[in-house]
């Protein structure tokens, strides 16, 4: 069992910056692979990032690329989301969530942990 629990959503305007935290606990943190996702009102939940276990490799939706860094470390059992140049368009409760092997890594239902996600809210 894994338990994940976020933090640093909150409100900013269009243009700052948020870093999102999700700190692990339970399992060895190194063998899982750490996604985020995020969830509009009325939305599905879509795919924002992915990290594989040693933070080898990173993958970005591509509303988000070029804005969001991903990024971990193993030794703190956390994974953090960089947000720059926030848009309004980007307001939603971002969820980490944590997955063994690495294929399929944009859909959701491949991830066996979530975390209970915290709101992030950009004003215009």
């Known amino acids: 069992q894994v338990e994940l629990v976020e933090s640093g959503g909150g409100l900013v305007q269009a243009g700052g910056s948020l870093r999102l935290s999700c700190a692990a606990s339970g399992r060895t943190f190194s063998n899982y692979v750490m996604g985020w996702f995020r969830q509009a009102p009325g939305k599905e939940r879509e795919f924002v990032a992915v990290?594989?276990?040693?933070?080898?490799?990173?993958y970005y939706a591509d509303s988000v690329k070029g804005r969001y860094t991903i990024s971990r470390d193993n030794a703190k059992n956390t994974v953090y989301l960089q947000m720059d140049s926030l848009k309004p368009t980007d307001t939603a409760a971002y969820y980490c969530?944590?997955?063994?092997?690495?294929?399929?890594?944009?859909?959701?239902?491949?991830?066996?942990?979530w975390g209970q996600g915290t709101q992030v809210t950009v004003s215009s």
């Open positions: 969530a944590a997955k063994s092997a690495s294929a399929y890594y944009d859909r959701s239902n491949t991830y066996n942990y």
């Open positions: 990290i594989t276990w040693k933070g080898g490799i990173k």
